[in-house]
């Protein structure tokens, strides 16, 4: 206990606290309690900040309660054909059924956050980073404004222009190019650059004091192209209904900025050039002096750099939707960082494939776990004319050859995990090698897979490792429980695009899920065990309830008779042990070695006799598992949401037989009566955001007839018997392993796991691990595991 | 048996009449002819059948099994009777009035005549009528959903009156606050709202010892003469109308069934709200108002109305979130559920009232509104159910095994027994069964 009175006060709190908070995750925004450590905090602009919902908190509230908006947003005379109530809160409405519904949804994605979007009405929100991100790929503070004056009912509230104003006035202005192998930085506003140079930080860094004042570009800019569906047919027929100054503007944002902002253009392109070393001082000082620089990679005149002449195959077409997150990307025939946002089982594998053939130079490419580095690697051989020799892989179980001499300078795409590159310990002689390999190559694009998963802290330590020019984060949810989404917009880029997942649905290109929530009645005698036990065994008998056993059974047989593919799920291993043994079903977890998982899924993606496989939160991410179209959860994270919406993608891969109907089948199984119910309720809420319906299920028609196991009485006392004989540690969630990667503090009950997850598997390197910093590990070590070893 | 088969609430309220008054509208032409058409199909083929059977009977032997309903509801009614040979007999004054209403026609029995109007934007009127009249009836409820001096004026006192006594309302004056039977009022689909109006005036009428046959007879007597659009048709006023007669057509046009638009113009409108009382089935309107609800999966509701009654009504159970002009944002929330659901409102109600007001986008869709939202809001219902409230006796600190068994046995016998507990030797029973144990107590007590 002496130990817990140390430390700062975050780590200080006790346990049920940090438990609540991870499990809670809430929506909050305001992130203002846990930037880790003052110095981090100075890396955002102060203007991202900024919060309407502070801001104004002036507001009326009407006879209801409401938010009462009426003066501040007097109705235009033509309102009904105008699609969007703009509040001074910053909260906008969009009707999906106008007949403009396609004009305002591209607009409004570029500058707000979705809040969410189910069939009718769709509530976005403006918040600094939104702007940021829509500066970024290039609208103007005046277009902005000015677009959403048009769409709107009413006239704008003159909060939201001044919001609008202060958060887009100075982003967006200055831009770090990389053209002919050297930095420079570019801006077309001559009192921004003049601002620059006179700051003595990076006067320091720059190389000449040349400011270049650059001809206008007279070369033509050729035009990225993707194959895909060559352009959205759906805007050719306009309504009749809609407002000529709408139909005009939408013609200016779709359009190539090219094309656009001519006024912009004409403006003398200032630059000046940086030394290479000092490109971190550089940028960290222009988010000080709130001109944060905008990373652009000029790939078609680096010539110092090879290309890695690939391309995709004649055969590989993209969606629609892939092609224009990949035009937004691509816009001023530069590479963008950022993140592109779309559902699993979508095809983010294949708008990063895409990415990196179009930069085509070296590649690197990270993802979460080894399973996932070998999907990538099938998915680039699949889609690109990529040969064998140009990939090369990292983990801690398929290494291939580092290149040597002049292999070594030959381009190439790189597969990783993150764990790898971040690891900071000490490595195998073999793994030091490939870090070498990779510390020494000048990337053009880095491809960042799941990126939502990834701790800031991760992110930083893998971002000073590799030079990139370029980055492009994957991801299908930008929730983060932990509110650090603010981190990875810095660190990456902006959201570049996010697609709307019911749309998705409607055309066919993703699953069209049931999700039901299965409320399963706790049995009497478990239920007096749950009222009396500390939290984490309450959890475990929850989930051990004899009654979620047998609905699990009774789905299981349903669908397999239905000839599915199921997976189920547990967070808890004691229990997907017990459910998987006594079901007589195949399971994996963090500790199932590569060789078995490989196996495992290659049964049941290809034996018939294997209909049904067991997993733990191992599979939560990036395990592509195709075949699957029922899903049901037995245990989870507690309220994380964006668990819930990555397993939900376990099934969302386009079914073949796509039709009106629902082809695969989202069930959560919840002990009624127990937290579960409102962790269940958080989890839900992304996915209720973007338009799922859960079915509440309280009765399953048909299971009186199926002779289920633990229907006797007597089993049930034995199974509760072994429930409270089952240790401390069994009644946790999994922890610590390879593909757990939310940050190194997680230290392993197997003190093994750690080190060799990075390579060095030796057993005199672990040992010595134990010995040398059992103490510092103490302070860093997760509180949850704290107790475990204070007994 | 009156629940199994569904009525109009109008053939309810007709059987609660007394019996005289009752045989007096029977044999009037136009209220035989209205009853009529408030009766359902089966129970109408019924009568036919017994019209125009040459014996005029039926016996109770031939009878089929859907007409129990039929013959029990107007058995009730004194429609039919029963003779002394067991059959089934037309009561034959509303037969004979029946028929010279069928005969004449439902517009030549309800002896208005039809006054043309010649004047030129007849169009512009009858819209405007339709208007007004909506207006007048949302004043009544608007008075109700929000009472304060302001919406106080637009009602007369009459109105005040019935909603007190139908205990819509309590209290007066400035205390006076609606009830959650006016909630419930206010839920209801516009053709329940207006027949239950209707029935608590008469009811209050009735109260007050006064005749209701005056009143009916100018009520059913224009209800006959609406058609398709009621709003295009007028009617001379009628000059044999008593004092009271004159009231109650002023007080209809207050709540908007009729329209008159100056009084000593002398005639009068019929409009779209009238016509909700020639529908016995409560549910579907006739007056097709084209709602202004959207509720989404995420147990949002959009409210496309600046109308503060609507919003009033949906505040009762919905977290209100955002106001504009022309719309609304509010949160279906368990919180605000169990809210409406603790003054009596029911679940269905909240349901009902979301369907029938529902915006013509989301009633174009396969669902007016998304069934995991209709189910959360049945669960919350439920949820309130799970614990059953019982007076009960426990026994407990028996003396011996033996005598805890023998009480539970006993309980066991009887089948009064609700808990017992082995190990800490507790027995439960009803309330009534204690007496039970207690006489049997005394008698094994004797006995040993």
């Not at chain 1, 409102?678 to 955001?689: D, E, H, M, T, W």
């Not at chain 1, 103490?775 to 595991?785: I, M, S, T, V």
Request: net charge neutral.
């Amino acid at each position: 206990m002496s130990r817990r009175g140390g430390g700062t006060s975050k780590r200080g709190r006790g346990k049920w606290e940090t438990y609540r908070e991870e499990f809670n995750g809430d929506d909050s925004q305001s992130g203002g309690h846990s930037r880790d450590g003052g110095e981090e905090a100075t890396s955002v602009p102060k203007a991202a900040s900024e919060n309407l919902d502070t801001k104004i908190n002036y507001s009326k509230t009407d006879e209801f309660g409401a938010k009462d908006y009426r003066d501040e947003m007097p109705l235009k005379a033509d309102f009904t054909h105008r699609p969007l109530w703009v509040a001074p809160d910053g909260h906008i409405f969009l009707e999906s059924f106008s007949p403009v519904y396609k004009h305002a949804r591209d607009f409004l994605i570029a500058i707000a956050e979705p809040v969410c979007r189910p069939e009718h009405i769709h509530e976005y929100q403006l918040t600094a980073y939104s702007l940021y991100a829509a500066v970024s790929v290039g609208l103007q503070t005046n277009d902005i404004i000015e677009y959403l004056e048009r769409l709107s009912k009413s006239s704008l509230p003159e909060g939201i222009k001044q919001f609008i104003t202060m958060c887009t006035l100075s982003y967006g202005k200055v831009k770090l190019v990389l053209k002919h192998n050297r930095y420079f930085v570019e801006s077309r506003h001559s009192d921004v650059i003049q601002k620059l140079l006179k700051d003595p930080i990076i006067q320091k860094c720059i190389v000449e004091e040349t400011v270049v004042e650059e001809p206008q570009q007279t070369t033509v800019v050729e035009k990225i192209t993707f194959p895909g569906q060559e352009k959205d047919k759906e805007m050719d027929t306009t309504d009749g209904a809609v407002p000529d100054d709408i139909g005009e503007l939408y013609g200016r944002i779709e359009g190539d900025e090219e094309d656009d902002a001519e006024a912009i253009r004409s403006l003398q392109l200032l630059s000046f050039e940086i030394k290479q070393e000092t490109i971190e001082i550089v940028q960290k000082r222009c988010i000080e002096l709130e001109y944060p620089l905008l990373a652009e990679y000029d790939f078609r005149n680096d010539t110092l750099n090879p290309n890695l002449g690939i391309d995709l195959k004649p055969s590989t077409t993209l969606r629609p939707y892939q092609e224009k997150s990949l035009r937004k990307m691509f816009g001023n025939s530069r590479a963008r960082s950022g993140v592109i946002v779309l559902p699993c089982g979508a095809g983010k594998t294949l708008v990063g494939v895409t990415a990196a053939t179009t930069v085509n130079k070296r590649c690197l490419c990270l993802a979460t776990s080894n399973v996932s580095v070998e999907q990538w690697k099938a998915q680039f051989k699949l889609w690109s004319t990529i040969q064998e020799k140009q990939i090369i892989r990292f983990t801690r179980e398929a290494r291939d050859a580092v290149p040597q001499g002049a292999d070594a300078k030959k381009p190439c795409v790189c597969i990783s995990t993150y764990s790898m590159v971040a690891y900071s310990g000490k490595r195998t002689y073999a793994a030091e090698e490939a870090m070498k390999f990779i510390e020494s190559q000048e990337w053009g694009l880095v491809l960042l897979d799941e990126v939502h998963t990834i701790p800031a802290k991760m992110f930083r330590r893998v971002l000073t490792i590799v030079q990139a020019h370029c980055k492009l984060g994957l991801t299908a949810t930008l929730v983060r429980e932990d509110d650090k989404i603010t981190d990875l917009n810095f660190l990456i880029g902006p959201k570049i695009y996010e697609a709307n997942w019911m749309e998705l649905q409607k055309a066919g290109h993703i699953a069209k899920v049931q999700c039901a929530e299965v409320w399963c009645p706790m049995t009497a005698e478990f239920y007096a065990y749950y009222l009396r036990a500390q939290i984490a065994r309450r959890l475990l008998l929850s989930v051990m309830n004899p009654n979620k056993f047998r609905i699990c059974q009774f789905l299981i047989r349903f669908h397999e008779r239905r000839n599915d593919k199921i997976i189920v799920f547990s967070d808890n291993v004691f229990a997907l042990k017990r459910y998987a043994i006594e079901m007589n079903k195949p399971f994996l977890y963090g500790e199932t070695g590569q060789t078995e998982r490989m196996k495992i899924l290659q049964n049941f993606q290809y034996n018939p006799r294997v209909n049904t496989i067991f997993v733990s939160k191992v599979a939560d991410t990036s395990f592509d598992l195709p075949e699957a179209n029922v899903l049901i959860q037995i245990s989870a994270h507690g309220g994380s949401r964006r668990q819930e919406a990555q397993r939900l993608g376990r099934i969302l891969r386009a079914k073949k037989h796509s039709s009106d109907a629902f082809n695969a089948f989202f069930y959560s199984l919840v002990s009624q009566d127990t937290v579960e119910m409102g962790y269940s309720r958080k989890r839900q809420r992304f996915l209720v955001n973007q338009g799922y319906a859960y079915k509440v299920v309280n009765k399953l028609p048909g299971m009186e007839k199926e002779d289920l196991k633990l229907g006797t009485k007597d089993s049930q006392l034995q199974l509760l018997q072994q429930v409270l004989a089952a240790s401390d540690a069994d009644a946790e969630e999994e922890d610590c392993k390879e593909e757990n990667v939310d940050g190194s503090v997680k230290v392993s009950r197997r003190e093994s796991s750690l080190s060799s997850m990075s390579g060095a598997s030796s057993v005199s390197y672990s040992s010595k691990g134990k010995a040398q910093s059992a103490k510092d590990r103490e302070a860093e070590r997760h509180p949850l595991f704290r107790r475990f070893r204070q007994k | 048996r009156m629940e199994e088969c569904e009525t109009a609430p109008f053939i309810s309220f007709l059987s609660s009449l007394p019996h005289d008054e009752r045989s007096i509208l029977l044999s009037d032409p136009p209220s035989c002819l209205f009853l009529f058409r408030l009766l359902s199909p089966s129970t109408q083929s019924f009568i036919l059948t017994l019209i125009w059977e040459s014996t005029q009977s039926i016996s109770f032997s031939s009878r089929r099994d859907s007409d129990t309903c039929s013959i029990a509801l107007l058995r009730e009614l004194d429609i039919v009777n029963e003779d002394e040979n067991g059959k089934i007999v037309l009561n034959p004054s509303f037969r004979r009035g029946y028929l010279s209403g069928a005969v004449q026609g439902s517009h030549r029995s309800s002896q208005f005549s039809p006054h043309s109007d010649t004047g030129k934007d007849k169009k512009n009127k009858e819209k405007d009528v339709v208007k007004k009249s909506n207006e007048r009836w949302e004043c009544v409820l608007r008075f109700l959903a929000l009472p304060s001096d302001s919406t106080m004026t637009n009602v007369s006192s009459t109105t005040r009156d019935v909603l007190n006594h139908a205990g819509f309302t309590s209290g007066h004056g400035n205390e006076m606050d609606i009830t959650s039977k006016g909630f419930q009022f206010l839920l209801l689909s516009p053709v329940r709202q207006i027949w239950s109006y209707v029935i608590e005036l008469l009811r209050m009428e009735l109260g007050a010892k006064r005749k209701v046959k005056d009143l009916l007879d100018v009520l059913l007597r224009m209800t006959l003469c609406v058609d398709g659009e009621p709003e295009r048709r007028s009617f001379k006023m009628d000059n044999s109308w008593n004092e009271r007669q004159v009231n109650f057509v002023n007080h209809l046009r207050e709540l908007g069934l009729i329209f008159i638009r100056k009084r000593k113009d002398g005639f009068f409108y019929l409009t779209p709200l009238l016509a909700n009382l020639c529908l016995a089935h409560q549910n579907d309107s006739m007056v097709h108002k084209s709602g202004s609800l959207m509720v989404e999966t995420n147990f949002r509701v959009y409210a496309y109305t600046s109308s503060s009654l609507q919003l009033a009504i949906l505040s009762s159970f919905t977290s209100m979130t955002y106001r504009f002009h022309d719309m609304s944002v509010g949160i279906l929330t368990r919180d605000s559920v169990r809210k409406a659901l603790q003054v009596g409102i029911t679940a269905d109600q909240i349901i009902s009232f979301l369907k029938t007001n529902s915006h013509p986008e989301s009633a174009n869709s396969a669902l007016p509104i998304p069934i995991t939202v209709s189910d959360q809001i049945r669960l919350w219902e439920d949820e309130r159910k799970r614990l059953l409230y019982q007076d009960a006796t426990l026994y407990s600190g028996f003396e011996s095994e033996k005598e805890y068994e023998d009480v539970l046995s006993f309980a066991e016998r009887e089948d009064i027994l609700l808990l017992a507990d082995s190990s800490r030797k507790n027995v439960v029973v009803t309330s009534e069964g204690h007496e039970k144990v207690k006489a049997w107590w005394k008698r094994r007590n004797e006995a040993t």
